[in-house]
């Protein structure tokens, strides 16, 4: 018989819990756990830069709980004005941003700067699932051109930082919600035609190392000890690690210092250096395992608004995921897009996990009664 003790722990237990999905917990701290241990490993054994990013990860699993207890009612209310304040911090970077590396990105706000783009990855889709929820039993082509309007204006003034990586994730996740608004195929084509016809403006947009990054996709040799020089050492690195890998911590590429960005951008090319291709199968099963979970959980949305952001946030962490691989094997340019829960960062850490405290919001409260 249990003693009273014993049951108000129990109770404390499920109402810590009782809004935590534990099968998608499960893949996250998997996949969390691998990314310290590559870390350890990229920064030489760097106890002071895991210890750093085990706290980034705790803060955004605080996050991610506390986003997961918040009713659906006020996810759906917090999307316009979230919305409207990424757009004012966007326009404040543009007019007072500092600038980094001939970058503009980041804003000071007295305490702490903040990087704005970061915010608008859930404000978007958030803003365009709120759109679409509310015209949903009339909508027309009107609509679709102003949730396209809606996406298109943080996008471009991401672009005019400059920050391709994060322009193209957003992208992704607002055109992800008109894909599953149940867009036709023949909008979809001619957005994708309008695309191709505006590929001079972006062009014209770009700064000269992102050119020279697009360009030296086609041939890296051409540019081997600069632009190309990151694709080189990334894929000589991943080739290296044949089927069983070379090792925890016993990568040359890494250790030799020949591997740059390694533990950002490139973790994914110090991950299969060591741990070849069997360490690289269970880590995308791992991915396939969030992924499928949250794709679950999207079909099992009971209203348009969760449908639509839950399939979105889903589809852009696997977005994420490969962009950032097909960067590290050469198959993609180099954007500055980060491994999902492995690369080292605080920023896109608290995003990420932001968005899974969203789907878990969804899946443990599965009525959201409109106001």
Known sequence: MRTAPTIERLRWWHYLTRHVDGFLLSGILLLMLTGLATLYSATDANLGRVTNQAVNMLVALGIMWLVAYIPLQHIMRIALPLYVIGLILLLGVALFGEINNGARRWLNIGVTRIQPSELMKVAVPLMMAWYFDKHETTLRLRDYAIATALLLIPVVLILRQPDLGTALLITASGFYVLFLTGLSWRIMAALLVAGAVSLPILWSMMHDYQRRRVMTLLDPTQDALGAGYHTIQSTIAVGSGGILGKG????????????????????????????????????????????????????????????????SITLTFSTYIFVNIGMVIGILPVVGVPLPLISYGGTSMVTMLLGFGILMSIRTHPKLVKT
Request: glycine letters at 8%; charged letters at 15%.
């Open 248 to 311: 925890w911590r016993k990568g040359t590429q890494t250790h030799l210092d020949f591997l740059p960005e390694r533990s950002t951008d490139f973790i994914f090319a110090v991950f299969s250096e060591e741990f070849g291709l069997i360490g690289n199968s269970l880590l995308l099963l791992l991915y396939l395992i969030v992924i499928a979970r949250g794709l679950m959980i999207a079909a099992n949305a009971s209203t348009q608004f969760t449908r639509l952001i839950a399939g």
